[in-house]
């Protein structure tokens, strides 16, 4: 089964209180917690989103769209990007998050399991 895990930290916090060196060495840490699952097979995708101040969001109701800059959901930390995971259980899922999480000094994960949105086009 597929597992998301959403990585969640404060922006500002990491723009303005991380070095340039310890930006690096988190990402050294984290290419080679990457390559690992890469390795077993479990990495399935895994992306670093933009700061949100590049956000745009669609807010629909049954009256009107309205497109907003940035991210409309307002909370002390933001989703700054997410790994597709395969794993057999929910506690495989948890212990890569344990493992990308004692890459970085703080923050956040959330483990999602996931379910096939798309139709497979392939069918007839």
């Known amino acids: 089964m597929h597992y998301a895990i959403f990585c969640y930290n404060r922006e500002a916090?990491?723009?303005?209180?991380?070095?340039?060196?310890?930006?690096?060495?988190?990402?050294?840490?984290?290419?080679?917690?990457?390559?690992?699952?890469?390795?077993?097979?479990?990495?399935?995708?895994?992306?670093?989103?933009?700061?949100?101040?590049?956000?745009?969001?669609?807010?629909?109701?049954?009256?009107?769209?309205?497109?907003?800059?940035?991210p409309f959901a307002e909370t002390k930390e933001q989703l700054l990007g997410f790994y597709i995971v395969e794993c057999a259980s929910k506690g495989e899922a948890l212990a890569i998050a344990r493992e990308l999480a004692a890459a970085v000094p703080?923050?956040?994960?959330?483990?999602?399991?996931?379910r096939s949105f798309a139709r497979d086009r392939r069918a007839p």
Do not use: N
Request: hydrophobic share 40%; net charge negative.
């Open 13 to 70: 916090a990491i723009g303005t209180t991380w070095t340039q060196g310890s930006e690096e060495a988190v990402m050294a840490q984290l290419a080679t917690i990457q390559d690992k699952l890469t390795r077993e097979g479990k990495l399935v995708s895994a992306a670093r989103l933009d700061a949100t101040t590049t956000a745009t969001t669609l807010k629909k109701s049954p009256l009107e769209q309205l497109v907003l800059d940035g």
């Open 106 to 114: 703080v923050g956040s994960y959330e483990i999602r399991p996931m």
